[in-house]
């Protein structure tokens, strides 16, 4: 299996910047597909984006597609999200998830997730 811990979040102002990082250990992280998903309070998680296993192929939500771009480095076994052009709707706890089978956009199909880092975007 693989574990990822996620980190970058914060506190930022909105039209600011910030990226996110998602730290893989365990097994050849090259192997999986990585989606970014957020959950705000008393919403669902939702899905960000997402970037295939050799990161040749990314997809994005509506909501931040020409605001973030994600982008993975599978020697140091790690996928970034840039996050620019904040708002506070972007407000939530980020996750990054894997799995070595789905490249979709439905949570519940990725196997591995990360605890998750706490994104604030003020006005």
């Known amino acids: 299996q693989v574990q990822l811990v996620e980190s970058g979040g914060g506190l930022v102002q909105a039209g600011g910047s910030l990226r996110l990082s998602c730290a893989a250990s365990?097994?050849?992280?090259?192997?999986?597909?990585v989606g970014w998903f957020r959950q705000a309070p008393g919403k669902e998680r939702e899905f960000v984006a997402r970037?295939?296993?050799?990161?040749?192929?990314?997809r994005y939500a509506d909501s931040v597609k020409g605001r973030f771009i994600v982008s993975r480095d599978n020697a140091k076994n790690t996928v970034f999200l840039q996050m620019s052009s904040l708002k506070p709707e972007d407000t939530a706890v980020y996750y990054c998830?894997?799995?070595?089978?789905?490249?979709?956009?439905?949570?519940?199909?990725?196997?591995?997730w990360g605890q998750g880092t706490q994104v604030t975007v003020s006005s």
């Open positions: 998830a894997a799995d070595t089978t789905y490249s979709g956009s439905y949570s519940g199909n990725y196997k591995y």
């Open positions: 365990g097994r050849t992280f090259s192997n999986y597909v």
């Open positions: 970037i295939s296993w050799s990161g040749g192929s990314t």
